[in-house]
């Protein structure tokens, strides 16, 4: 009989708890509510330009083309504003052989875009597989 009671009450507190957050969630009971109502809606962030966009034909940028490594782009370029490596999720997967299969470094140009460079996991070469015309580009 004990078994059942206790059974019975911890059922109570869930379906109480449950209940709780539905009732949060769906607005209701909330002080916080009508403030946030009231509230002056914020303007959108002005929205970036898709990636794949292509450079402006007087850019420096629109010089650069798929393929070329990191020397030719830096010949082209200049030295980039900032610099990452990341390691690609398709690193880990066994049979695998595309350019983008290892490390990437990705080269940002402040006002410029970026251009992304991928690793070969298997032949070790560096070639450019992405460029990203954004001149929003902040460079870091």
């Not at 019975?8 to 403030?35: D, F, I, M, T, Y």
């Not at 940028?61 to 490594?69: E, I, N, P, R, T």
């Not at 006002?111 to 929003?136: A, E, M, Q, S």
């Amino acid at each position: 009989m004990r078994k059942f009671a206790s059974i019975v009450l911890v059922a109570a507190l869930a379906a109480l708890g449950l209940s709780a957050c539905a009732n949060r969630s769906a607005g209701g009971g909330s002080a916080a509510a009508p403030a946030q109502q009231s509230a002056p809606a914020q303007q959108p962030a002005a929205a970036k330009p898709a990636k794949g966009v292509p450079a402006p034909a007087g850019s420096k940028l629109a010089k650069v083309q798929m393929d070329m490594s990191q020397e030719q782009v830096r010949e082209i370029m200049g030295a980039p504003t900032a610099e990452k490596s990341y390691v690609t999720a398709k690193r880990f997967i066994p049979y695998y052989y595309g350019a983008d299969a290892g490390q990437n470094t990705e080269w940002d140009y402040k006002g410029v875009g970026r251009v992304i460079f991928g690793l070969h996991k298997y032949t070790g070469k560096t070639r450019v597989i992405r460029i990203d015309y954004d001149p929003t580009e902040d460079g870091q």
